[in-house]
């Protein structure tokens, strides 16, 4: 059987996991659940460094004995990757025996090897990187990463690995295996760091109990740090379980952040060439995770608790809004207004609308039961494959956020799908019911494949989907399940909605400013006709939004804007504002309210060409349900003037 070992880094336990190691994590398991889908033998590996002096130290300061701080934190990091659903096969502390084993293992061959050598150290070191600092590295004196931090002046006795004679044979295993290290930006870092020169680097610290100690010198301990990347051999068996060992043994792929992705594509391929043992075969570098732009930070205060973000909103949300808004391998930005936006965006108002439109169509219209009919139009099933294979070949990529937009792709497609074969028209004539029967089979059927794309990104949904569409959600796999299946009768479940549309109205941070929403923010759901008492919230008099605040096309091409005639208008009772109209939207005629009685006299409207949003949610106004939003310009404290043509298309165009 084809396998597949993956592995996170591992953490320090002297703070609690936030949002950014989340962030890895999640990244992670979508990619070990996604192999799994192949077909792979997996193994995830994660797990804490414990070894660490802060680590000892804060235990110290809780008084508690080191061992029983990390195993308190280790309940810490458990629960958390539990709760956000992230499926590790293996987690290893550093602390543990069979760790134990593999340092030695690797200290000794090193040390045989004549790559370690003993030597005196004398230079800066900052406590809180637990890293040796070259003059270079300093800015104002002080650690790049912690300036308020002075760095010690340190003179002790250590051993040294022989780094400098591992410089070209690096340097050619990066031009044998350019997907080595991963994404390009990272590699090309790393690569000029090489060719710049490595020096020997210190592999010990003197007079300290916490840590293991050298095989060939029980005074001193290995080095945080080179104790910490063995983790990886040593969890498959290195130093104590041969057989364990050389099943799994290199790893396929470390996921790391890009700030360590150094120790993982310079220091650990060159103790595995010393050690004479296999090279993992890829190193990923991700980037960072920001809140509001800011690095997430304890002292800044900007640290997010992903059980807290998870609680918000939901668990597959969250690694949803992680996987899809972030390409991996960049940075990426989370803020709880967006965190919201992409909720109600991508979730309740277009996959979650997707499923019960088509769950309650299929109950009205058929029972419940769905089937391929003879005359079976492909179009959809077209786009469905083609999209797999995009799917397939980005998550292959690790590209996860190309992979979720593709399934993405899917779900839109099944939108447009059902907009242009009108099911509700096709069920007024009993001579098109096998149309009908086959036009909801495909939807259900794109509903049903763009679940088990998204699998490994939203497990549990993806579950509960397949199990409305009537569709088995056990033992998935790619070679079943990831391709179009036009068989079978599949009975259809009709339930509430699975996300319900988060009401926009209290915002986290960013404070709203007292006239309205922020930039960027959507408008409190009632709004399904211009507001009619507040201004509306549209852009001329607030401030230009943020680039990262703009939307992408995408984005915009969810919003079905249609050209639409008014056949018939007249006042609400009892509202000074409101209208009610009667439009031709070309494929049907539609009831919708909008706020502009004080603009408009209702005969003055009919005939008139508008534009409205199609595809919004139908809201109930002074008793009217309201299927639609007329579009107008609304200034500050004037009245509204709806937006028009001067040469009127058809109603049902698109406006885009
Ligand atoms: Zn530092």
Redesign the pocket.
């Known amino acids: 059987m084809k396998q597949f070992f993956l592995t996170t880094a591992i953490d320090y336990v002297n703070s609690r996991p936030h949002l950014g190691t989340a962030y890895e994590k999640i990244c992670a398991d979508v990619i070990a659940r996604y192999k799994r889908l192949c077909g792979f033998e997996t193994r995830f590996l994660m797990g804490n460094d414990e070894h660490s002096q802060n680590v000892f130290k804060k235990a110290k300061e809780e008084g508690l004995d080191p061992l029983a701080y990390c195993d308190q934190m280790e309940r810490e990091f458990r629960k958390t990757w539990a709760y956000v659903d992230v499926s590790f096969d293996d987690f290893i502390r550093t602390t543990e025996p069979r760790h134990k084993l593999g340092v030695t293992e690797i200290a000794r061959r090193l040390w045989d090897a004549g790559d370690i050598y003993e030597g005196l150290y004398e230079g800066w070191y900052?406590v809180?990187?637990e890293?040796f600092?070259q003059e270079k590295d300093l800015v104002n004196g002080n650690?790049?990463?912690?300036p308020t931090?002075k760095?010690e002046w340190i003179r002790e006795k250590n051993y040294f690995f022989r780094l400098s004679k591992y410089q070209q044979p690096l340097l050619d295993h990066f031009a044998a295996h350019p997907e080595f290290l991963q994404p390009d930006v990272r590699r090309n870092e790393i690569l000029s760091l090489i060719r710049g020169g490595l020096i020997d680097i210190s592999v010990s610290r003197a007079g300290q109990s916490w840590g293991i100690p050298l095989p060939f010198d029980s005074e001193s301990v290995v080095y945080v740090w080179f104790d910490a990347l063995i983790n990886y051999a040593s969890a498959v068996g290195l130093g104590g379980d041969p057989e364990l060992f050389a099943k799994w043994w290199p790893a396929d792929l470390h996921i790391v952040g890009k700030d360590i992705t150094r120790f993982h594509a310079v220091i650990w391929p060159a103790m595995l060439m010393a050690a004479k043992l296999p090279l993992p075969r890829q190193v990923f570098g991700h980037g960072f995770m920001t809140l509001n732009g800011q690095r997430m930070s304890k002292t800044l205060g900007t640290i997010v608790d992903p059980i807290e973000a998870a609680d918000r909103l939901g668990v597959d949300p969250l690694r949803l809004y992680l996987v899809k808004e972030v390409a991996f391998g960049g940075d990426g930005d989370f803020s709880w207004e967006r965190y919201d936006e992409r909720y109600n965006v991508d979730l309740a108002n277009n996959l979650g609308n997707l499923v019960s439109r088509v769950t309650s169509m299929a109950h009205r219209y058929r029972g419940g039961r769905v089937a391929p009919a003879a005359t079976g139009n492909d179009q959809l099933a077209r786009l469905g494959e083609s999209l797999v294979a995009e799917y397939r070949d980005a998550m292959d990529r690790f590209a996860l956020h190309e992979g979720a937009a593709a399934a993405y792709k899917l779900v839109d497609g099944a939108n447009e799908f059902i907009a242009a074969t009108v099911p509700w028209t096709l069920a007024k004539d009993p001579a098109m019911a096998d149309r009908l029967a086959q036009v909801l089979f495909d939807a259900a059927e794109a509903i049903r494949l763009a679940a088990v794309m998204l699998a490994p990104v939203m497990p549990a949904s993806s579950r509960e989907i397949l199990r409305r569409v009537g569709a088995p959600a056990d033992g998935l796999t790619f070679d079943r399940d990831g391709r179009w299946l036009n068989v079978g009768e599949r009975v259809v479940l009709q339930e509430g909605p699975l996300w319900p549309r988060k009401e926009m109205t209290t915002v986290t941070d960013n404070p709203v400013p007292p006239d309205g929403p922020a930039p960027g923010a959507l408008p409190p759901v009632s709004a399904s006709v211009i507001p009619a008492a507040a201004p509306a919230p549209v852009a001329p008099t607030a401030a230009p939004a943020a680039a990262s605040d703009r939307i992408s096309i995408e984005d915009f091409m969810k919003v079905e804007l249609r050209v639409a005639k008014v056949l018939a208008a007249e006042k609400v009772e009892k509202s000074k504002k409101l209208l009610k109209l009667s439009v031709d939207v070309g494929t049907e005629q539609r009831t919708l309210v909008a706020g502009i009685a004080e603009a408009y006299e209702p005969d003055a409207l009919v005939g008139k060409t508008v534009v409205i949003v199609f595809n919004l949610k139908p809201a109930k106004l002074m008793g009217i349900e309201s299927n639609g939003m007329v579009l107008a310009a609304s200034p500050d404290g004037g009245k509204p003037t709806v937006v028009s043509f001067e040469n009127p298309p058809e109603p049902g165009t698109r406006v885009r």
């Open positions: 900052c809180s990187c890293e600092k650690c790049p990463l912690h931090l760095p």
